[in-house]
């Protein structure tokens, strides 16, 4: 029997906690010992009431002013308070205290990389899940977040040279300590719950390409009421730029929509809501609704997108950040869907959404997709990331 520590310490959102714990269920019925130590107390209870002891992973405090378009993941990190070595030392000890009070014979690190640091330290095996954006793709220096971008290789340098000193001296320069920022992203394993034309640095080796596990709870039910027409689902941010654009247009096709708008007051919804639209504030059932769906308008989440890609449903993505629009811009290489880009003025999206939905090559595509993901299953894939982590514990 093992004891794993699961790991989350950056970014937000459903999708980190989805791929943890059905990995976690899956360990705990093969009769290993788990603990999670995550960044967010609403996660936290979810899995406390799942039955899992949960602890609050060690944080850094973001710098004031930040790289509104960092260069590189290092970039990325140092954003994110990587260059506090005050900081990234408490960080750092609080990760090897961790690891001790666990007694962990091995780190499940979804994008944890203070924690994959102190196992390192420590002697401790470690492995990575996640849906590629926290792996830096291969390169030295680490590659630039936006190959159509030019990037002068000195300043990427630089910025791996000053991550890698600033977690060096909170380290103390201890041995393990990473030499490169090639070793600070470097473990035992590298898992990757997503579908390689997902994976928004391309399809790679030196991964293990598992696909989803699944989600975390099933969500509300929710079905189509009309058999006879076009039906769109839609699953958006309530405070996203452009949403109530969005939810006008979606308003004007000739389909029945569901909107999941996780958030907003339950009252509003219910007052946007019409005959043709249907607005929820709870995450819903996805699988469910997404097998009968004409289109799936998001944010290009890699989550959402692999169920549309296993449903064969076109996609219309509208990403609000650096990792979605790296995964809608792989969405729209695969031919699945199309991107309307933020940077750009809001289209008419009611035209959009008619257009995408109808294109014959974009259903076609997304079919030919669906037949290659034939027979994924959810529970396969945590049981497979599990069994990995397992013998890695063993070895």
């Known amino acids: 029997m093992a004891r794993v520590l699961c790991a989350w310490e950056l970014g937000s959102g459903l999708g980190h906690i989805a791929r943890l714990l059905p990995i976690a269920r899956e360990l705990r019925s093969m009769g290993h010992e788990v603990v999670l130590a995550l960044r967010d107390s609403a996660f936290m209870d979810m899995a406390r009431s799942a039955g899992f002891e949960v602890l609050a992973a060690p944080l850094l405090r973001g710098p004031a002013k930040t790289n509104p378009s960092p260069l590189s993941l290092s970039d990325v990190l140092l954003n994110l308070g990587y260059d506090d070595a005050r900081g990234l030392h408490g960080a750092l000890r609080g990760w090897q205290s961790l690891l001790k009070l666990v007694a962990a014979d091995v780190v499940m690190a979804d994008y944890a990389p203070m924690a994959l640091v102190a196992a390192r330290i420590e002697g401790t095996p470690r492995i990575t899940v996640g849906s590629g954006f926290a792996l830096p793709p291969a390169g030295e220096p680490i590659p630039a977040l936006r190959p159509w971008m030019p990037a002068d290789p ?117 007052a946007r809501s019409n005959a043709n639209v249907r607005i929820f504030a709870q995450p819903v059932d996805v699988p469910p609704l997404m097998a009968g769906a004409s289109l799936a308008v998001f944010h290009a989440g890699p989550g959402f997108a692999a169920h549309a890609i296993m449903a064969g449903v076109a996609m219309a993505l509208l990403p609000l950040q650096l990792e979605q629009f790296l995964v809608a811009q792989r969405v729209v ?11 750009h003025a809001a289209p008419d999206f009611g035209e959009w959404f008619s257009r995408v939905m109808s294109s014959a090559s974009l259903r076609e595509a997304a079919r030919r997709s669906a037949t290659k993901h034939r027979g994924h299953s959810f529970a396969a894939a945590a049981r497979a990331a599990a069994g990995r982590i397992a013998s890695l514990a063993a070895a």
């Open 154 to 270: 000195r300043v990427l340098q630089a910025l791996d040279d000053r991550l890698v000193s600033r977690v060096r001296a909170a380290a103390n320069n201890a041995p393990g300590a990473p030499d490169s920022a090639r070793e600070f992203f470097a473990a035992d394993a590298h898992l990757l719950c997503t579908f390689p034309e997902l994976d928004p640095f391309g399809s790679r080796e030196g991964v293990e390409y598992l696909g989803p596990p699944g989600r975390p709870e099933r969500g509300i039910e929710v079905a189509w009421q009309e058999p006879g027409r076009a039906h769109v689902l839609a699953y958006l941010k309530p405070g996203a730029p452009r949403v109530d654009a969005v939810l006008a247009a979606l308003g004007t096709l000739d389909a029945e929509v569901v909107v999941a708008l996780p958030g907003i007051e339950p009252a509003s919804a219910h």
């Open 333 to 343: 290489q695969a031919g699945i869907g199309e991107l309307a880009s933020p940077e």
